[in-house]
């Protein structure tokens, strides 16, 4: 770490930028990494992780994934400060190590991932509402692409009045109180559900070899995004000095105390429904339509504001290249400037939302061609070339073996993917009310 870093003065930026950084605190930052945890992808964990998995393989699949996803993004945390510059966007410090092909492979492989788990967001928000529509009505009206199109709509109005991630703030207390809200009462009602109803099988379904293969493969791959965000340069550059022992703070606050509501409502989900567990399992509890109807909206609005975290990095982008440069976030040729290119980005995800519901097949392959490189790959073979000289032989071989394992298993998250996906093109269609 660099000494001017230590006495928490501000290090030379990289680059200029049109948003705010190095203004929040260490635990508004913490709240921002919880509140990717915790959104709503939490309630399918029970049936995406659990039910392949089983008790044994889940449990411990859980804690390893964050043991080594904490490791990760704190080797990456400390590449922050390299060169005398603070690096405050991952391909920024791609680039400075490897030069300009692998700061636009870099820039390429984040942002597909970040679009992608975007659109995720606004089919669960689409989801929710429908939820909370088949509570009151079966009359079957709205469907799922109507819901996804009104999820677009609210997190566009949201993405207007938020000019950039350190302006959250109060909006990651509603975050945090929204998740809460769902986590508990799903808790609640899987609780209720589990003392009532008769002994539940949690053997791990039965199929092919190969099926059973590829699911486990899947269900590993959904351990590695429950817990990182692909994006942990952008946030730690919000983070006030000293950036790297103050993002330290934030990532043990993300895997301890941020992590039990998630570990919480994960278990208490499949212990309460077993192998029979749904993917989103607000649709397995059982209780009052009104609470039921109040863990659905809040699943919504929280939802709406975690977009809004991974999708700053390309708001981040839009607004420095295009964006005037003059005047407060809130004059009006500022907020109109939002409105047209933010509104037209929110669009596109929209429209593929509604188009391909079923993404969740496509995000895995994401997730292995962009996630596993970006969050395990890279970072383990940045630290190599950035702190080789100070390094062990053991503590270069322990690396080297992060860098393979995590190649290979990207290789085989992806091959999983592609056999997913060529399955559900048969079984669903554009548009399809899931």
Request: charged share 10%; hydrophobic share 50%.
């Amino acid at each position: 770490m660099d000494a001017a870093d230590e006495k928490g003065e501000t290090p030379q930026i990289s680059e200029d930028t049109a948003h705010q950084i190095s203004v929040d605190p260490w635990y508004q930052v913490g709240f921002v990494l919880t509140t990717g945890v915790n959104s709503a992808y939490v309630l399918g964990y029970s049936g995406s992780i659990m039910v392949p998995l089983g008790w044994i393989g889940g449990t411990c699949g859980l804690l390893l994934a964050a043991a080594i996803s904490m490791y990760a993004n704190a080797l990456l945390a400390r590449l922050h400060e390299v060169g005398g510059k603070r690096h405050i966007r991952y391909r920024d410090l791609a680039g400075h190590i490897y030069g300009r092909k692998i700061y636009g492979l870099t820039w390429a492989l984040q942002y597909i991932n970040l679009f992608m788990i975007n659109t995720g967001f606004i089919i669960l928000a689409g989801q929710a509402l429908k939820a909370t529509y088949g509570l009151f009505s079966d009359a079957g009206v709205l469907k799922l692409p109507y819901c996804i199109a009104i999820s677009g709509f609210v997190c566009a109005l949201f993405a207007f009045g938020i000019p950039y991630l350190s302006a959250l703030r109060i909006w990651l207390g509603f975050s945090t109180l929204f998740s809460l809200i769902y986590i508990v009462i799903a808790f609640a009602l899987s609780l209720r559900d589990g003392i009532t109803s008769p002994a539940r099988d949690y053997s791990i379904p039965k199929s092919s070899h190969s099926t059973h293969v590829f699911t486990t493969i899947g269900a590993v791959a959904d351990l590695v995004f429950a817990y990182n965000t692909g994006m942990l340069p952008e946030i730690q550059a919000t983070i006030r000095p000293p950036v790297v022992k103050n993002m330290e703070k934030a990532l043990w606050f993300q895997f301890t105390v941020g992590s039990l509501p998630l570990y919480a409502v994960i278990f208490m989900g499949y212990w309460a429904y077993g192998s029979s567990t749904s993917g989103y399992l607000l649709n397995s509890v059982t209780g009052p339509v009104w609470v039921k109807a109040v863990a659905n909206l809040s699943a919504f609005f929280q939802t709406v504001i975690a977009l809004h975290i991974f999708a700053s990095p390309m708001y981040e982008f839009l607004d420095t290249k295009y964006g005037s440069g003059r005047g407060g976030p809130f004059e009006i040729h500022n907020v109109m400037f939002r409105v047209v290119v933010r509104g037209g980005y929110l669009t596109v995800n929209t429209l593929v939302a509604a188009v391909l519901p079923f993404l969740g097949d496509f995000m895995s392959l994401t997730g292995a061609l962009s996630t596993f490189p970006l969050t395990f790959v890279l970072a383990n073979h940045m630290y190599l070339m950035v702190k080789r000289p100070k390094l062990s032989a053991i503590q270069k071989s322990w690396h080297w073996l992060n860098v393979v394992g995590f190649t290979a298993l990207a290789a085989a998250a992806a091959v999983s993917a592609i056999r997913l996906i060529m399955l559900d093109s048969s079984t669903y269609h554009f548009f399809a009310d899931l």
